[in-house]
């Protein structure tokens, strides 16, 4: 059973870019398909960015596409999400989750979650 572990979150102001990081353990890390979503106050989570075990594909949400790269490193376990030009409505709790099929854009059909990262984007 994989954990993940989220960190690097934070306060950033708008046009910043921030890094996060999702760290896994347990189970088999490169076996497993990996997504990115959020979750702001009173609202549903969004699927962010995914990216397949063998890191040749990935796919993103249309509200992050030409500002976040989602990427992995088997070798370390992690998974990262580089967040570029960053907007007010991109503040929320991010979580990396984990799954070993191909929907990937869909948050029921990730097996393991993280605990979050707040993401604060201010104007």
């Known amino acids: 059973q994989a954990q993940l572990v989220e960190s690097g979150g934070g306060l950033v102001q708008a046009g910043g870019s921030l890094r996060l990081s999702c760290a896994a353990s347990g189970g088999t890390f490169s076996r497993y398909a990996m997504g990115w979503f959020r979750q702001a106050p009173g609202k549903e989570r969004e699927f962010v960015a995914a990216?397949?075990?063998?890191?040749?594909?990935?796919t993103y949400g249309d509200s992050v596409k030409g500002r976040f790269t989602i990427s992995r490193d088997n070798a370390k376990n992690t998974v990262y999400l580089q967040m570029n030009s960053l907007k007010p409505e991109d503040t929320g709790v991010y979580y990396c989750a984990a799954q070993t099929g191909w929907r990937l854009q869909n948050p029921t059909e990730y097996d393991y979650w993280g605990q979050g990262t707040q993401v604060t984007v201010s104007s």
């Open positions: 990216i397949v075990w063998s890191a040749i594909g990935t």
